[in-house]
């Protein structure tokens, strides 16, 4: 268990989540990739999980680009982001929990099993009521 993730996870107070560049100014402390990954966070539903994470609609895209995850090889979206209506992340936040283990906070857990793991249509979300990094 990575005690530091686990801490994180339970503190972040924020619907946004993923923004790296923001986090530190949020925060007050510097970014630390340490502080967002845990193996050992396995919950049983992991994958509805990031399936929400995946199937929530578009709300901004800013590019079509696409780059390399700085992780692994895998082609990834960038300048895309999601939406429920109360959490917003970059698209490509399912692929670092997919593949790089990186641990959600408590409150996106938390509201996506309040959903039921449904995604609302895009016509339900509206982007000027989220909680902007």
Same mark, same amino acid.
């Given at each position: 268990?990575?005690?530091k993730?686990?801490?994180?996870? *339970?503190?972040?107070?924020?619907?946004?989540?993923?923004?790296? %560049?923001?986090?530190?100014?949020?925060?007050?402390? &510097?970014? !630390? +990739?340490?502080?967002?990954?845990?193996?050992?966070?396995?919950?049983?539903?992991?994958?509805?999980?990031?399936?929400?994470?995946?199937?929530?609609p578009?709300?901004?895209?800013?590019?079509?680009?696409?780059?390399?995850? *700085?992780?692994?090889?895998?082609?990834?979206?960038?300048?895309? %982001?999601r939406?429920?209506?109360?959490?917003?992340? &970059?698209? !490509? +936040?399912?692929?670092?929990?997919?593949?790089?283990?990186?641990?959600?906070?408590?409150?996106?857990?938390?509201?996506?099993?309040e959903?039921?793991?449904?995604?609302?249509?895009?016509?339900d979300?509206?982007?000027?009521?989220?909680?902007?990094?």
């Open positions: 268990m990575n005690i993730a686990e801490k994180f996870a *339970h503190d972040w107070k924020y619907n946004w989540y993923g923004f790296w %560049y923001a986090e530190e100014r949020h925060t007050g402390q &510097p970014f !630390d +990739l340490s502080a967002h990954i845990d193996e050992n966070w396995l919950p049983p539903d992991k994958d509805k999980i990031i399936e929400y994470l995946k199937k929530a578009n709300m901004v895209v800013a590019s079509n680009k696409r780059k390399k995850c *700085h992780k692994c090889d895998e082609t990834i979206n960038t300048l895309v %982001y939406s429920d209506g109360i959490l917003f992340w &970059p698209d !490509d +936040l399912s692929h670092y929990v997919e593949k790089h283990f990186f641990r959600l906070p408590d409150r996106f857990v938390h509201r996506i099993r959903r039921n793991y449904k995604t609302p249509p895009p016509d979300v509206d982007m000027e009521t989220l909680d902007w990094p």
